[in-house]
């Protein structure tokens, strides 16, 4: 359960990164846009008021010439009503300008064709006009006023000025069509700016948004996991002990049980041993009889009853002696076994080195013998836990290193120890002869043994050093290799704890 | 309720193969004096108590009791025997048993058992024990039952 959270926890972070940089990638995107929409609007703007202005410069001219024409009109006719030069000189001035104006017109208007349409039918009314009027001021100039006046009535001149207004006033409608143009697209593309000002703002929001729920959910997983590592940390701890707890357990049930069946056991073999006993005690009276028998009668001997006498019985009560004196070696171990399990535990602070330091100067002769060393990696970590429990575990272990060198090479033992925590290992390595694979949990067992029988033992020390050590609440395992050395690991709490009382403490946590 | 009435040896016994070398080996020690066997407890204490010829009515007794019987547990019969105001309370109590736990020995103890000794599986120790048991049978003074009301 908690190895998938934790897998589980690894894709996220990951997908969530690249959701991030996706996220911020969007969001500078939205700016670019915006920026680069700002910039097209500000030129469109540019544009648009050159425009503006461009039109009010062709109106300002078209102003100018209808202001000239209609200038030159009045004076002409001043002039040919009183023929007065002044007049006539105003008449020139004014049409000596109008072509220049007309001219700045045509350069305006010059990138639009209807506008130069326009104006060459405004040029031409203005030559017609012009034309007539020269008629009537030659007329004038020569003394003939009143012809020129006759001419002047005749020459429909008010209608001309009429077309020729509304020829400048087409001009001029045509500037505001295309004003009005202008002005449509100069909103259109505002509008188009603040669309995308609009669309990129919201683009940053959503994106601020998302970016910040990613990051909110993250911290959130994030203080989940770790929640979730800190129980299972305290729960690896509880785990520990209930495991060790269920071990002492199960080892107390089966010491109480085997201390009940070896109880039992021991009734039937006392009567076993008894009789057989008696059974001696007769055969012997048995084969005094017989021999007596021989002696004075051997008519009444028969070859069986001499045979059985002499050595059928013996032989069979010699078995089932021995039968029963291992019977009663192996109900006396496991005997042994049930009440080391029932004995009370006193923890006391411990010296592991000087227990070791002992343990390894009652076995120095049979070290020397061997040919072999004991190296102990001092100082080893104390304890607060029994002390004839661990010394019973410590001997064994070391006398069985001992006991089991291998004779091909010389011998070196090595004791160390280590704290982790709460909790010691010891180590207990050799380099004798080894235990094959599928004996490494075999060796444990009660009267099980490992290799060659040609060492001296019932089977029982390291029963006994792992029944002791959960008692202790601790735990052994064994690593070895057939011929290359074997270590044995015996990890124990620190400070023992009693499992009845730590058991009792548990429930009002 | 005379000085030269004999001893009887009451022994309580589940297992007639205990009981019978028991037997053997207390005779073997030269002890002569009537062994009673019962193999059960309500039948014993009927018997202490109750019977005719049963120690309370008739002369003094010495007590041979395992622990482990199947109706009841040994340290209850000790507990009658020994009970204050009972009229078994002197007499002696050997309790002979394959039992060797520390507190339950401890515990006989405390009862009033007189002699606690654990069977030993070993025959000759089982055989040399019961026989200097029957040594110690033949030295010891047993009181007087004093006679009831």
């Known amino acids: 359960m908690f190895k998938r959270s934790f897998l589980g926890f690894g894709v996220s972070e990951g997908r969530m990164g690249r959701f991030l940089v996706a996220c911020m990638a969007l969001g500078f995107a939205a700016l670019v846009a915006a920026g680069v929409a700002a910039g097209w609007s500000t030129a469109q703007n540019e544009r648009h008021t050159r425009d503006v202005n461009h039109t009010y410069e062709v109106e300002l001219a078209i102003g100018r010439a209808r202001v000239l024409t209609e200038q030159s009109e009045t004076a002409r006719r001043g002039y040919v009503l009183t023929a007065k030069p002044v007049y006539l000189a105003t008449y020139r001035a004014a049409m000596r300008a109008l072509p220049a104006t007309l001219d700045r017109l045509a350069m305006q208007t010059r990138d639009n064709p209807r506008q130069q349409r326009n104006l060459a039918m405004l040029r031409q009314s203005i030559d017609d006009l012009s034309r007539q009027r020269e008629v009537t001021i030659a007329l004038t100039g020569n003394g003939e006023s009143a012809r020129a006046v006759t001419v002047f009535q005749g020459e429909s001149n008010a209608r001309r000025m009429l077309v020729l207004r509304a020829r400048a006033d087409a001009m001029v409608a045509e500037e505001q069509r295309l004003l009005a143009q202008r002005d449509a697209a100069q909103q259109s593309s505002v509008r188009i700016f603040y669309a995308t000002l609009a669309i990129a703002g919201l683009l940053v929001i959503l994106v601020a948004i998302a970016s910040l729920l990613t990051v909110r959910r993250y911290t959130r997983d994030l203080a989940t996991s770790r929640d979730a590592l800190r129980d299972f940390a305290d729960t690896l701890e509880e785990q520990v002990e209930e495991r060790t707890a269920d071990l002492t357990r199960a080892n107390e049930e089966i010491q109480r049980f085997a201390y009940i069946v070896s109880h039992d056991l021991r009734s039937p073999l006392v009567n076993v041993m008894g009789f057989t006993a008696e059974l001696e005690s007769a055969t012997t009276e048995i084969g005094a009889l017989i021999d007596r028998a021989e002696a004075t009668a051997p008519e009444l001997v028969t070859e069986d009853a001499r045979l059985a006498a002499r050595e059928d019985l013996p032989e069979a009560i010699r078995f089932i002696r021995t039968s029963t004196q291992k019977m009663d070696r192996l109900i006396n171990a496991i005997l042994k076994l049930s009440r080391e399990g029932r004995r009370v535990i006193a923890p006391q602070r411990l010296d592991v080195t000087a227990m070791v330091e002992t343990i390894a100067a009652s076995l120095q002769t049979q070290i020397e013998q061997r040919g072999a060393t004991l190296a102990i990696d001092a100082p080893l970590p104390g304890l607060v836990s029994d002390r004839l429990a661990i010394e019973q575990i410590f001997s064994n272990l070391i006398e069985n290193a001992v006991k089991y060198l291998s004779p091909d090479r010389p011998g070196h033992i090595v004791v160390r120890g280590k704290t982790h925590g709460k909790r010691v290992t010891f180590e207990f390595e050799d380099n004798g002869r080894g235990i094959a694979p599928n004996d490494h949990q075999r060796v444990f067992d009660l009267f099980r043994r490992a290799g060659n029988q040609d060492q001296p033992g019932e089977g029982i020390g390291l029963a006994h050093v792992r029944a002791l050590a959960y008692r202790l609440g601790g735990v052994i395992d064994v690593t070895s290799e057939l011929g290359r050395g074997t270590t044995f690991r015996l990890n124990l709490p620190k400070i023992f704890v009693d499992p009845t009382t730590a058991a009792t403490r548990e429930p009002q946590q | ?149």
């Not at chain 2, 000759?124 to 040594?135: K, N, W």
């Open chain 2, 1 to 149: 309720m005379t000085d030269h009435k004999s001893v009887s040896i009451v022994m309580i016994e589940d297992d007639e193969g205990h009981a019978r070398l028991i037997e053997k080996n207390i005779r073997r020690a030269g002890i002569l004096n009537a062994i009673t066997h019962f193999t059960d407890g309500t039948t014993a204490l009927d018997y202490l108590f109750n019977s005719a010829d049963g120690p309370q009515r008739n002369g003094p007794a010495l007590v041979l009791l395992d622990l482990n019987l199947p109706d009841m547990s040994g340290t209850d019969i000790l507990a009658k025997i020994k009970s204050a105001d009972g009229p078994l309370r002197r007499t002696p109590v050997v309790v002979l048993t394959t039992t060797d736990d520390k507190v339950e020995i401890q515990r006989c103890y405390d009862l009033g058992c007189n002699v606690y000794i654990t069977k030993p599986v070993n025959y000759e120790s089982f055989a040399t024990a019961i026989r200097q048991l029957g040594l110690f049978l033949s030295v010891i003074q047993v009181p007087d039952i004093e006679p009831q009301g």
